[in-house]
């Protein structure tokens, strides 16, 4: 039997969702990676501190030769169990390119190269948002956001956003959508499923940077939404601790909105 240690690899550990995944993981073997080491280090060491068990490594998750050394470091310490792909940017970044690249390339990077460890039950989590609901079907746009790193793609993408980093976000995680439909035969015929989750607005640095420049809007949103309150990242990360449990085995190639119901509310109003 065989005694390696089945790893769960959290991108964006260091980040607000990042983080309470790792803690509602809790008693399983955490590999923890974010863009430095510096915060690698600090999540790993609060993370030891209340007991989890954990390693970790940084990887900027737009560089190709980083994201193998992250796998290479993931297959020698074990076996890949899954792979829960927090790490992003919104926005407020203002570079399109950037939201594209981070939130988009990034993923498909990471798609194919944990592909090449995932086994019979791993399972991919990746990162997606309400946000992409609000875009809609596209036969121009959706063949660039599922081929992110095709050549032309971002240009291609770019002339539907109107110059708005906010709304470049809202296509990549539209993108992130179309990627998990686009590899789940790919891991479907090693025995893994990949599924995406679409948060709505959560209560993390990322929202609350978003919040600052944007009150009105965040402030109707809250008002809309049914459960008449933003999220916190346990309720996301609860959805994720079933996402990677043998629960949702039937579970691939769909999103799962975690929003309080509010987008649906949104969209039908226009
Ligand atoms: N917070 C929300 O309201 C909300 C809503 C919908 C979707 N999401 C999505 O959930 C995910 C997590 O969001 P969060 O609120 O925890 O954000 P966060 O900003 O707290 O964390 C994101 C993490 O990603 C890391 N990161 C950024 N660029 C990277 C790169 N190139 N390589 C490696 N790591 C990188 C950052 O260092 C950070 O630790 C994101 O994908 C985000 O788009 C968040």
Redesign the pocket.
Known sequence: MSTKKNFIVI??????????CAKALKGEELFI????QE?VDR?VKILKEKGHRVMGA??????KE?VARLKDAVAKQGIFKALV??????GTVKDLKKVF???LV?TELLIEAFHDLAKENTVAVL?????AHAVPPNAQYDPALADPQAAGSFETVSRFVDGSSDTM?NFA?RG?QLLSVKHADAWGAKGARIVT??????????????AEEHPERMELIKKMTPLGR??T?ED?SDVVRFLVSDAARFITATDILV?GGVIHKLRKLG
């Not at 940084?58 to 560089?63: A, E, F, L, R």
């Open positions: 991108t964006g550990g260091g980040g607000g969702i990042g983080m309470a990676t974010d863009y430095s915060i999540t940084p990887c900027d998750i737009t560089d980083d792909h927090t790490a992003g940017v919104s690249t981070i939130d990034g990162f997606s948002s309400m946000m976000y995680k992130v989750i679409s948060p709505g607005v959560i209560e993390t640095a990322m929202a609350m940077k978003a933003n999220g990242p996301v929003d």
